[in-house]
């Protein structure tokens, strides 16, 4: 049935027609989806192409990198350069900005996860390519990291791509979010989830679980409360997921509702947090925001944010609106002394 659907193209196109944007969108886009086709491609072929296990290395974030860690990354930089749309790049997996040579029209940035939740490559569980792309401001050296440290309400799109059961691509470039389904047999993306929406509430919440000990009061009493069910104070029974790719959780959330922490706690203080702002907390808080749901640190919006670094981590809830509203006011209270 695909003939009948649209493809990414054409949305992107018509998206633009209706906006009277230039056609800058739609070039921006193909660069990724190209990349992000060819990664599902090496994620779906997994042991059977030798890409399973480690790389023998280390990024810069210290973390063991996987050999499909190492190929995302390597398709990424590769594919977006060819377009001559980015100026430069920045990626979880590299500690320095990588200018694209002899982009003379980039007027782009671009910043990525390109395998996001890789700790589940060796085990068949769903990863994701996270993706933000900033303007490049007039006259900034897009070398410097300084000109990647734009606020995430800067953003012009973000998306991801899902390798699931099925390939998929969610994007927003500022006007709702839609989602595409990866045909492989033809090779494009097509509409299959346009206009996705965050419910504004839920009875799903997903969080580490095993970090209890460590997090902060307004942290413990939202989920003791979720875990007290019907008896307790929400009045109702939650179910609790963790899937270890915020990719797959955040994908779930646009589906079904639902909210997604990943707290800053006594164990991952020094660091300012697990989830990286620049290319994780940021995109996912763009998706989030314009399908309705709302992106909190527990103290700011994460869109608000003010980036210091370039690998900066910051705790992230998100999710269904009436949730995320609920921590924040826990978060307001305790610091009250309330
Ligand atoms: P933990 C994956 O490494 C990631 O950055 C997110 O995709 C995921 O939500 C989180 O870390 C998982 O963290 O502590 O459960 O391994």
Redesign the pocket.
Known sequence: MSYTRVTLTHSLLDEQRRLGRSGTFTSLMQDIVTACKMISHEVNRGAMAGNLGLAGSENVQG?DQKKLDVLANDIFLRMNALGGNYAAMASEELEDVHVVHGSADGRYLLLF?PL????NTDINISVGSIFSILRLPDGADPGAKGTFLQPGAKQVAAGYALYGSSTMMVLTTGNGVNGFTLDRDVGEFYLTHPDMRVTPDTGEFAI?A??SRFWEAPVKRYVDECLAGTDGPRGKDFNMR??????A?VHRILCRGGV?L?PMDAGNKAKGG???LMY?ANPMAMIVEQAGGLASTGRQRILDIAPGGLHQRVPVMLGSAAEVERLVAYHAEYDGGR
């Open positions: 973390e996860d996001d939740g890789s700790s580490n095993s970090r963790w899937v270890a790719s915020m990719v959780e997604f990943y697990k989830l990286r994780e």
